[in-house]
């Protein structure tokens, strides 16, 4: 994670819940994610991995701004924690870190609608980047 977790004065910000700083910018893509894809499934297995893989990080997005918008942090950590996995697998690095970010910060709900928008811009940008890359 390129985040940090700080604290504000004495230790805990709102609610007594740990502060997360800010990801850091990260490459949309790790392409020697993608490459050892390439290499050691082939074009096709990845090209059907990616296309699940836009699938399922669809669904995670959107539930995690449906849990957000409920206040229901419990869910909002867990789509984000799948959402942060199936990233990392296929090289989607911005979208793990934001959804790792998610994860992190999902004890306070003002952080969390903050990153709504940050993560469905990321998953929109990675899903065309990504399947430019591997669905020619």
């Not at 899903?127 to 430019?132: A, K, L, T, V, Y």
Request: aromatic share 2%; proline share 2%.
């Amino acid at each position: 994670l390129n985040g940090t977790t700080s604290t504000q004065s004495m230790g805990q910000g709102r609610k007594g819940a740990p502060v997360v700083s800010e990801p850091g910018p990260s490459a949309l893509l790790d392409e020697t994610v993608i490459a050892s894809l390439l290499q050691w499934l082939g074009a096709t297995d990845v090209h059907e991995l990616v296309i699940e893989f836009q699938l399922e990080s669809a669904r995670s997005v959107e539930q995690i701004k449906m849990a957000a918008a409920a206040e229901d942090m419990t869910a909002v950590g867990e789509a984000a924690h799948a959402l942060a996995g199936m990233s990392s697998n296929v090289g989607a690095a911005r979208l793990a870190d934001i959804a790792r970010h998610i994860a992190m910060a999902c004890r306070d709900i003002e952080d969390v609608r903050k990153k709504v928008s940050t993560v469905d811009l990321a998953w929109r940008e990675t899903r065309d980047q990504i399947g430019s890359i591997v669905l020619r």
